[in-house]
Structures are given as C-alpha cells and as structure tokens.
C-alpha cells in the first residue's frame, strides 16, 4: 500500500511491521549525533549538519577535552542554548553535544570565561538571570574524575560605595540582559575588574575596580567598587551609533584611590594606607545624559602602547566603533579617548552585521593569537537583525596587544550546518516517489530580507540508499510559497482527502491551517497545489501545528493541533473516503494542559516501543520557575489513543548522552518541532528536531554505526609510555586520524585522536583525548557526610596506591571509602596517594561530624548539680559530648546572655553564680564548630 511504503512523518506508524522482536514493548535510547550526511547547493559536505543553527551567538575558547588546544564553547543569546565545539585544527571545529551536559542549564544571554581565583581554572561569568539584572558566577570546579564541573559562588555581583557616598552596604552591580560587559584586569593588580554601561541610560561606561586585592591582599574575593561613572571621558548618543569625547557626566565621579579602612575594618583586615585622590567634575564640564540602551564593549590594548583600547558595538547599528585611548599617550592619571574610527577595521573590510555586533576575542587558527569573530547580539525585531551570514571571521595577523585583522569569511561555524535563517520545523516525505523520505523545513529565513513575514519550504533530496540516508540541499523555495506571504508555518504531509496520496497541512500565526492538495495520484512523485488558507474553518487561536495521523485507526486521517496555550486539540475525521470532515473532539487532548501563556506545542506521533500502539512526542516551551525564562523541552507520551476523556501516561525523557548513557535533562533550545521516521538504517523512529535558531537537530538509536574509544590504560600518558587505543569490533573499516586503518593503534604522544569508522553506509567519527602527565599530582577529594556516617570520594585519576587517615584512628585503602564516627566533632581527614607515574601527593581537611542523638539523649549527657542553685553550679559533661570544645552560654528568662564561656573539654565545669539573681535561665551547650545545641533548665533559689 502506497501509505506503507511512504514511512510519512506524523501520518502513519513510522515503524515497519518487520522490525525485530527484540525491540518490542521498550522505549528506546535516543542519541545526537551527526550521523546523517548532508551536501549544501554546491555538493559540499556540511561538517556539522545538525548543530542546530546559529542566530546571535557569544563565543569563548574554553579547553573541553584536557588537551590543552583552545576549543568554542558558545550561548546563542535566541534561546541560551549551550554549543560545544571540538577543536580539530586547520581552523576545523567539531560540534561535540557530549560536552553540553557539563554546563549550568541556568546560563543566559552571554557567557566569558575567566581564571578569577588564580587557579589555573577557567571560571565562568555570565548573565544573573536570577536577578533578571547584574552578573553572576560560576567557579570551576573541574577535577580529573568528574570531568568539566562548576558551582555558582554568586547569583549576582554586587558593587561598594556608590558614588561620592562611603556606603559600607552592598547593592547588584547592574547590567542589563541587552548589554555585554567586559571583564578584564584593568588595573594590573591581578583579579577581574569590570565595564559595563551605566543602568540609567546607558550612555556613560562605568568602571567597577576588583577590590580583592586592595582589601583582602587575595583575588578571589570578588567584590567591586564603582570607581568611575564615565571611563574615558566619552558618551554614546541616541541620535547615531556615535560618541562624544571629552565629556564629563553630571553628577558623575572618578575615585581612583579609594580609601577602604572602613571596609577592612569591618571585615576585620589589616588596615591600609592609601592617598585619598578624588577627581570631581567642573560644574561648567557637565553635560546633559542622553538616553540610550544596548551596547557591547571589549577592552583591549590594541595598539600596544599600554593602556586599554575599545571596541563598541550598538543597539540597531551594524558597525563597530573603536576607541583610541590617550592615557599613555598623554601621560593622564586617567584613561581618556582621544580618537574614534566608526567602522572597524578602517583598513580592511569593515564589520557590516545587523545588529548591534558583538566582539568575540578568541584563538581560531591555534596560533597562540587571538583573532576576532563578530557576531549580532541585538534581537529586537524593530531593529531589524541579520540572521544568514552574520558571523565575520577576521584572523589576526598580529599579537594580542597589537592587533592587525585579515577578513576571512562571513559565515564561521554557521556555513558547516543547516542553517536556514529563521525558526524552523521539518517534515519528512517522499518528494519524488523513488522510495526514500526526503527532508522538507518551513523557515522564516533570513530576518534582514524577509522581516519575518514571507516564510518558505525548503526541500533538500535524499539520495542515500533504502538503508541510508544522504540529503543533499535542491530547492530553497519549494511550492514557491515564499510569495503567500504566511506566517510561522508548521508542515504536515498525510492523505487528508483519502485519495491514497499525500497532501500537505501547514499551520500559521493565525490559528488556521493552509491546505495544499495532491493531485499526482499514489506512487507518483508529488504535485502539489494550493486550495486554500483556512483549510474547513478549523481555529486553535495561534500559532496551529498540525500533525495528520489516524489516531482511531479507523482508516481516516485524523488531526491533532499544537497551539500557543501550552496544549493540544484532535480533530476527529468524521467524513468518508474523498469527503473529509474534521470535528472538535477535545481541545486538551490527552489531559495536556500547561496553563500559561507562550507554551507552543508542536506534535508528532510513532510507535516508539514497537508495542503496536501510537506513542505521542511533543515539542513545548515551557517557563523554568527557577530563573522564569522559557526552555524548549521534548514530552513524551506512551500508548496514545481517540478515546474520549482520556489522559496519557508520561514517559521520562528518552534522550540520553552517548558517553555516560544517562538521561539529559538540559533543554536543546526554543520552539523544538519534531518529526519522527527511520533514517540511520536500524528499522527504529528516529527523531529530528527544528528550533528557533534556523537549524536542525538529529537523535538517532543506531549504536551499532557509533563506537567509543577505549584504552588499555588512564588516559593520562607517563614519561616514556605508550598507550593503545581500540575503536571497536564489527566495523567495515576504520582510518584514525594517524593514517592508521587498523581496529587499534599504539601511541607515544599526548594529544586528540580520532577513529572513523564504517558499517554498510554509514559512518561515525569517535575521538579520544591523551593527556600528558605533568610529573606531580594535586591530591584532592570530596566528602558526604549523613550524620556519623561519612563517604570520602577520590577526584584524582590514574591512582596506583592510596591511603586515608580518618582522624580518629581509622584508616583505609580503599579507592572510594564510607568511614562510621563513633562520636560528633572536627575530624582531620588525610588522604595520601600516588599514581601509575610515580608522582605522590597528600590532601588533608577538616570536616564537621554531627552528632545522631536525639535531642533527649544530649540532655542526659549533661548533668548540672544542684538545681535548683545559690553560688555555684558544677556541669558534668558525658565524652561523647566533648570530642570538641565546647561553648557553654546562659539565658535568663528574658533571653539576655548573663554568662558565656568559650574552649571547654574537661568533663567537669564550676560556674560561679553568686551574681545572679533569683528566677528561672537556660543553659545552652554547642561546640565551637557549630552542630546540635543541649538544653537544660535551671532555676536559682
């Protein structure tokens, strides 16, 4: 039957008849990859097809792998989705998803990695989306067993003595979610200073000075004074993209030599000497603020003259400006601009990118230079933004305080994906009725042509075999339907008028559906035709995402439509064979149903599990209550059905990290619209995904084409050592990245390898990282402590002989121990070690033990005689109380402290009390550490 040998997306069950009993009844496991190969226009090979697309990213090199090359780790401000990318060499970048997992699921609109702490580890600043204004931090945390791992150590930064105010309280050092700030040792002292535009207009640059070292003599401190309100001496205006130079804001100050005593003072710090040096503006220098918001800044010495140097882009202007600076220039005690060039590079081929371009300052061609990647960061639509070749590469043929930029192409990262400008959602049918699906995408394409309002088809061919599939890019306006002017358009291919062909469904912005009518007849390819644009009067509201499928199996396609109100409506066909009618069953299908706005649901449905029953698959946005923006997640539904009222079973998530095979939690971005069929050769439904960022994204369950490196061995390479590494049996062949062709290699050097193997048609690439040992080890572990019961982990790899010392007379050689306490207190764990290298090391920390006591058991432990009392009172303390000093206080009965005694350990204790009067108080006992507090009444007569 045609319908059978078509395989459509979300019309039919995807899944053959013929597929293996194995499968039966079980959810598979669903992987991402790049397995399918995809060919541009031109039959060029796309390296990452399915990274999803690119739309205003902020990139950073960031080390993923441990083999010392500087990798792209990216946020795409659309939808803050994370991207990982693997550097290869020869400027060649590989989207590595795997790495993705590692990041907080809580990043927004930028991220920039700096080593605030000094130790050696690339910290992570980024947006304080808790705060919905400011800067938050996350500290790395990366160990050799966990991997890439980082902790926030501050929701938001914040900032001491505003103004000419000697505030000694703190308030969020404030930065819009539109800005970019720069983060940078401005100084010279050594930690992180900050620039960022000012909250009220945005107009004046603002210099918060790290005031770690100054106060704390560490940089890890991360506390901020805003020393100067208008750096440089400049503005930005509203009327241009503009500055004005030699200005001076009103109001405004410049403090470089604050005095910070009170602070040391109160954070009990040695006390420094500091000349008070304050520069206050003339009341003839001040000028009017003007209005203004949305700006990017980099700071950087770019002429090599010693002092820093600016890059701005700005709200709804494609250029960048450059400021000279003239502080070493003219010898000031200040940094002023003394020159602005508008369109950067003037001697080259200046940065023309819609809107607002950001500066990306980052090693590209592993020179050891960093070069510059613009990108827009500007995503208002009134601002009308670019989203097709909109990232400049510019290799830097200079150094990194003396910068000279050669242009080298438009589309860096983004021209090795499908990339097809606007949202997208894809629909799988077979085009050309030779056998095989072929990949159609509704997108809005690219913004700066289209203003979003002339959506199109895009068809690419597959001409891959029945057991493979290879898509090769035909028709950029399939239907010519760029020229109906429809908006946000979701396709859906199934046999609506029962003619044995297919027919096409889009949804729209409206709410209606679009109905273009097949009229080739079954097993001819497609000719598609037009009828009409609110197809049988059918209106969910907004934003309609059909998905033909017969759900009562009654031999008539049915619909089910997702909508922008977070649920789901079926439309039962109620008609016949060439006449169909299309009733509102339920507009909650499946009991679905997340009442808030935004919530845009895309669905598709397939027998996943093989059970021979539809399974339901959703695309929804839905807002994080934890930091209230929206995430794409995927919602899986088993055992579907048309029976009225009912409510379906939800499935947890089916995406799992082919590394660890645990399940990913994280979002894979915003407006995902799936489409389900077979198309890495393994008889299952695999699962494509559209997104707002214009690409796609692949999960497939074939691991019988994907493999794992492995060794023989740590990964971490001795002096003098080899190591050998197997890609794997049940392969048609193999090529490293050696030349080597062989099933498993032996190497001498620490670096990347990889392995592309080959099965039947298909192909996947595995790579494995070396590391060189560096001939010592820093010990270090971690601890759980429940109550007494204590488990201690190692974070070092490559352990040969380990030993650790409890601190309590107890001891281990276990890699991994759990340690019983006897008694509550302060322990000193020693963990001592060395590796298969011969490097050894000791790491040794304090824990807390709390006691398991019960509230009643302490209280026995302590016993105060007499009582009631005259003069004197005598405290007998149980051992198992004073494992620790302890603390002993004494209440009266209105709560005020009339005796307090610090570092006791002996089991018997004399109070005098001669000066207290009669009544009742409350002895308190606590150890000087903390834990559980002992109580005990008394009353002096």
């Known amino acids: 039957m045609m319908m059978q040998k078509l395989l459509i997306f979300s019309i039919l069950s995807l899944i053959n008849i013929h597929f293996s009993l194995v499968y039966a009844q079980q959810f598979p496991k669903y992987y991402q990859s790049n397995l399918i190969k995809v060919f541009d226009e031109n039959q060029i090979e796309l390296k990452n097809p399915f990274a999803g697309g690119l739309k205003f990213p902020v990139m950073q090199n960031f080390d993923l792998n441990g083999d010392k090359i500087q990798d792209i780790v990216l946020i795409d401000r659309t939808d803050n989705k994370i991207l990982t990318f693997i550097n290869q060499g020869n400027m060649q970048f590989i989207y590595s998803p795997e790495y993705e997992r590692f990041f907080p699921d809580s990043l927004a609109s930028f991220v920039k990695f700096r080593d605030y702490n000094g130790d050696g580890k690339m910290d992570l600043f980024t947006y304080a989306i808790s705060t919905g204004a400011g800067i938050a931090v996350y500290k790395n945390i990366s160990n050799d067993v966990e991997g890439i791992k980082f902790k926030m150590v501050s929701p938001w930064l914040s900032s001491f003595f505003y103004g000419d105010l000697r505030l000694e309280s703190e308030f969020n050092l404030p930065m819009f979610w539109i800005d970019i700030p720069e983060i940078i040792d401005a100084d010279g002292d050594g930690d992180l200073d900050i620039f960022t535009f000012d909250e009220l207009g945005g107009v004046w640059l603002q210099y918060y000075r790290n005031i770690s070292m100054e106060v704390f003599g560490n940089k890890d401190s991360l506390k901020y004074s805003c020393i100067d309100t208008y750096w440089g001496n400049f503005y930005e205006t509203d009327s241009s993209n503009d500055v004005v130079l030699n200005s001076v804001r009103p109001w405004g100050y410049r ?3 604050e005095n910070y005593d009170s602070l040391k003072t109160a954070w009990g710090v040695g006390m420094a000497k500091e000349n008070m040096e304050h520069f206050t503006p003339k009341p003839a220098m001040k000028k009017t603020p003007v209005r203004h918001a949305g700006s990017t800044v980099m700071a950087q010495d770019m002429d090599a003259d010693g002092d820093l140097d600016l890059i701005i882009g700005d709200v709804t202007y494609p250029m960048l400006n450059y400021l000279q600076n003239g502080k070493k220039d003219d010898n ?3 940094d002023k601009i003394k020159k602005s060039i508008m369109f950067f590079p003037d001697y080259d081929t200046s940065v023309n990118i819609r809107n607002m371009p950001n500066v990306n300052f980052l090693d590209i061609d592993n020179d050891g230079v960093n070069d510059m990647v613009f990108s827009p960061t500007d995503m208002e639509i009134i601002d009308t933004f670019q989203s097709l070749d909109q990232i400049w590469l510019y290799l830097n043929k200079g150094s990194n305080n003396n910068v000279q930029l050669r242009f080298n192409r438009k589309d860096f990262l983004q021209g090795e994906m499908i990339d097809l400008g606007g949202p997208s959602a894809p629909a799988l049918v077979d085009v050309d009725a030779d056998g095989d699906l072929d990949l159609v995408v509704a997108t809005k394409g690219d913004f700066s042509k289209t203003f979003y ?18 898509f090769i890019l035909r028709d950029l306006d399939y239907l010519g339907l760029s020229s109906r002017k429809f908006r946000d358009i979701i396709p859906s291919f199934g046999d609506v008028d029962g003619d044995q062909d297919i027919d096409l469904l889009l949804g729209q912005a409206n709410g209606r559906l679009i109905y273009y009518q097949n009229s080739a007849g079954p097993n001819q390819p497609l000719s598609l035709s037009f009828v009409s644009d609110n197809f049988q009067n059918i209106d969910i509201g907004s934003y309609s995402a059909p998905c033909i499928h017969d759900v009562n199996r009654d031999g008539l396609a049915d619909l089910i439509i997702g909508q922008n109100a977070g649920k789901l409506s079926f439309y039962r066909n ?11 069953v339920s507009d909650t299908f499946g009991g679905i149903f997340i009442p808030k706005s935004d919530h845009r649901t895309t669905p598709a449905v397939a027998d996943l599990d093989s059970n021979g029953k539809d399974d339901l698959i959703i695309g929804m946005d839905i807002l994080n209550p934890n930091y209230a923006v929206v995430r794409g997640q995927l919602l899986f539904y088993k055992d579907i059905s048309a029976v009225p009222g009912a409510v379906f079973e939800k499935a947890d998530s089916l995406i799992r990290d082919f590394q660890s095979d645990q399940p990913l939690m994280y979002s894979f971005g915003n407006l995902l619209r799936p489409v389900v069929a077979c198309l890495d050769g393994d008889q299952r439904a695999d699962i494509l995904l559209g997104n707002s960022r214009g690409g796609l994204l692949f999960f497939g369950t074939n691991t019988n084409v994907s493999t794992k490196i492995t060794a023989n061995k740590s990964l971490t390479l001795c002096s003098g050592d080899s190591i050998t590494l197997d890609a794997g049996e049940g392969f048609d062949s193999y090529k490293w990245s050696t030349g080597a062709t062989t099933r498993k290699i032996t190497v001498k050097e620490a670096k990347t390898y990889s392995c592309e193997v080959r099965k039947g ?4 690439t595995a790579y494995i990282t070396i590391r060189q040992h560096p001939g010592t080890i820093d010990a270090d572990f971690s601890y759980q402590a429940n109550e007494r019961k204590v488990s201690f982990t190692a974070l070092n790899d490559n352990i040969k002989y380990i030993h650790w010392d409890f601190g309590d007379g107890g001891f281990s050689f276990d890699l991994n121990p759990v340690h019983q306490y006897v008694q509550q207190g302060t322990y000193r764990v020693c963990m001592s070690l060395s590796d298969w290298c011969g490097a050894a090391d000791k790491e040794c920390q304090n824990i807390f033990v709390s006691s398991s006591l019960s509230e009643d ?22 051992a198992e109380l004073l494992n620790n000093p302890l603390k002993i ?11 307090q005694k610090q570092s006791i350990d002996q089991p018997l204790f004399e109070i005098q009390t001669s000066e207290m009067q009669n009544g009742f108080y409350l002895l308190e006992i606590q150890s000087v550490d903390g834990g559980e507090k002992t109580f005990v009444k008394l009353l002096k007569m």
Do not use: C, W
């Open 255 to 257: 403090n470089y030599h």
């Open 332 to 334: 000031l005690p200040y």
């Open 453 to 470: 309002q002339s959506d199109r088809l895009v068809l690419f061919e597959n001409t891959g075999k029945t057991d493979s599939t290879v």
């Open 574 to 584: 109620t008609g016949t064979q060439g006449n169909p009618s299309f009733t509102l």
């Open 761 to 764: 048609s298909f192909s996947s």
């Open 857 to 878: 058991q302490r209280a026995r432990m302590v016993k105060v005689f007499p009582n009631p009392f005259d003069n004197k009172i005598i405290i007998s303390i149980e």
């Open 889 to 899: 206080t004494i209440f009266n009965s209105v709560g005020q402290v009339v005796y």
